[in-house]
């Protein structure tokens, strides 16, 4: 892969703490980052606003795990949109979900279940099957080494493992991105 020189020159513009240089990237990639959360969170638009914000945090926060030479800067922001986007599904889910319980509004809630899916899939798409079963286990249904040890037949040593490699299966997939969860 060619490395892009103005991406490796707004990397280190932003390392520097120049805040022209988001200003830059607001610039330049801000329409692809409006079309993934319109996508995304388009029919909850009162979390839209929230979710681009924290998107440019995650760029500021964490360029420094940007690497030019995996991947191009548009395709690395791209990842952390769609990770945040994922996030933000999430959160709709919870509040929707509670507020259906509470009795406070009734929604179908299937449409929101599918993008998550979908998203995951994307995610997860180069592991095994039971390496996406271990990261769902871990990541999305909170589940401790142990058990999840105990629900497979495995042990922590293979869990644990399976976990590494799977982590660095999906970073290198969707181009360097990570969110820094720990097991």
């Known amino acids: 892969m060619t490395v892009n020189i103005k991406d490796k020159i707004l990397k280190k513009n932003i390392l520097n703490g120049e805040e022209e240089a988001l200003e830059d990237i607001i610039g330049q990639y801000g329409g692809i980052i409006k079309s993934i959360i319109i996508k995304k969170l388009g029919n909850y638009p009162e979390y839209t606003e929230e979710c681009i914000n ?106 644990y493992n399976r976990i590494y490699y799977a982590k660095q299966k999906i970073i290198k997939r969707i181009g360097g991105i990570s969110d820094e969860k720990q097991y």
């Not at 996030?87 to 993008?115: A, H, M, P």
């Open 54 to 159: 924290d998107i440019f945090i995650a760029i500021w926060e964490h360029i420094d795990k940007y690497d030019p030479s995996r991947s191009s800067l548009k395709n690395w922001i791209a990842g952390i949109a769609r990770y945040k986007c994922l996030d933000y599904l999430r959160k709709v889910y919870k509040d929707k979900r509670e507020q259906s319980i509470n009795g406070q509004v009734q929604v179908d809630i299937s449409y929101i279940e599918t993008e998550i899916e979908e998203d995951l899939d994307h995610i997860l798409g180069g592991l095994s099957d039971i390496d996406k079963r271990i990261v769902k286990f871990r990541f999305i249904e909170g589940y401790s080494i142990e058990e999840i040890s105990n629900q497979l037949s495995l042990s922590k040593k293979t869990v």
